[in-house]
Structures are given as C-alpha cells and as structure tokens.
C-alpha cells in the first residue's frame, strides 16, 4: 500500500515557467508534510514543509499548497530556473514515525 | 559536526560478504533514519531510532539487515550475506525529537554487491 502518491514522474519546463507536483496521501494522521530536492549524487535536502493548520506556505519561488478535505498537497516552483533540474519528493509524517517518501519527480528546466 | 556523516562514500562487495555502513548524525538529534535508494527509485524506509525508545526495525526488507545505535549517536546498519539485488545507494538521516523538524540527510553510501 502505497501512501504517499507523487505525481507526474517527470516534467519538462521552460526556463521562466511554472513548475507543479503533487501528491496525494492516505493517512489522516500524518501531521507534517516536507519536499525534498535531490541533485545527482547527493542526499536529499529539505526544501519547504507545512503542516495541515495553513493552506499554503511560500519561500521564495517556492509555494506549498495544502488541501486536507482532499488529502492533497503541491509544490509550486515560480519562474523555474535551469538549477532547479534536480528530482522531488514530497514525504509525510506523523509525530514519532519516520517520513514516508512519494516515488519522486524528475524536472528538467530548459533554457 | 554540521552535517550527517556516513562511511564509506562507496563500497563495492562480493555477493555473500557482509557489510557495515556507518552514520554519524548531526550532534543534538535525537531522531535517526536510514534509507535505501536504488537506481531511479524513490527513498525506501528501512529503520527509525528515536532516542531511548525501541527503534521502528518495520522496514527492514529481511533478516540479513540489522542496525544499531550506540550511545544515542552513531549508527551502524549490517547487510549480512550480502544479495545482488541488496545493490543501492543506503541514505541515512537525522533529526531533532518527534521529526517535525525536518530530517537531514547524509550524502550517502553507494553499495555495490558484485
């Protein structure tokens, strides 16, 4: 049983566009919601999280859209830049357990 | 330190062999993870320390894998008679009490089994 789902495997955006990923989870419980950027080689690095009591968080050109009633959430990347190609996972949680991780999202940005 | 150590940064081993990959997690971090990584895939969770409570082993993908953690510090995770399909880069994170700070990952390490 898979619960955290991720969606699209990959994308292909142009350099100035809009990124979106989304996931979709099955556990009411989980009470914390990060994504993680993953460049070649390297371990995953915390990008942005929120937690189910707001609907949207942003960071810089990166935006969180949370929709508990849907049991959704969505990372927004604004004005995608090449250095943003890496691959995504949004994960979930739930005090005490460890994150659960979405399949990933592969993004490429071309210029 | 400032960030998740693990050793070695690549390990190549001989099917049958048993290998131990190490973690030295961020000093104060009470929360400790390792994950398995292979080619193209998603992170898979293997086992959860989290402070002097037992650890969550229900990830472990069978008997040949074990981990502990000394001291509250450290962590070893044991592949014993290593398997081919056992090949993947092992990710290991931390994080300060209840995960809801966010975990911190390692670089990791590349295992191949050979």
């Known amino acids: 049983q898979q619960q955290v789902k991720q969606s699209p495997q990959s994308l292909i955006v142009q350099k100035g566009g809009i990124s979106i990923i989304n996931c979709a989870y099955e556990?009411?419980?989980?009470?914390?919601f990060p994504w993680y950027q993953q460049f070649p080689g390297k371990g995953p690095a915390l990008l942005i999280a929120i937690r189910p009591d707001v609907s949207e968080k942003k960071e810089g050109r990166f935006t969180i859209s949370f929709n508990k009633s849907a049991k959704q959430f969505s990372l927004h990347i604004m004005d995608s830049q090449p250095g943003d190609s890496a691959t995504y996972f949004c994960?979930?949680?739930?005090?005490?357990?460890?994150?659960?991780f979405g399949k990933g999202t592969t993004l490429s940005v071309s210029s | 330190g400032a960030g998740v150590s693990q050793s070695p940064s690549n390990k190549v081993t001989e099917k049958g062999k048993d290998v131990e990959l190490r973690c030295d997690p961020i000093?104060?971090?009470?929360?400790l993870y390792w994950y398995r990584q292979s080619l193209g895939q998603g992170l898979e969770f293997l086992i959860y320390?989290?402070?002097?409570?037992?650890?969550?082993k229900s990830g472990l993908p069978s008997d040949r894998f074990s981990a502990e953690r000394t001291g509250g510090s450290v962590s070893t995770l044991t592949i014993q008679r290593t398997q081919q399909e056992d090949s993947a880069v092992y990710l290991c994170?931390?994080?300060?009490?209840?995960?809801?700070?966010?975990?911190?990952f390692g670089q990791g390490t590349r295992l191949t089994v050979v």
């Open positions: 994960a979930a949680s739930r005090a005490g357990t460890a994150l659960i």
């Open positions: 556990n009411t419980a989980f009470d914390y």
């Open positions: 000093s104060g971090h009470t929360a």
């Open positions: 320390f989290q402070g002097n409570s037992a650890p969550d």
């Open positions: 994170a931390s994080s300060l009490a209840l995960s809801q700070a966010g975990a911190f």
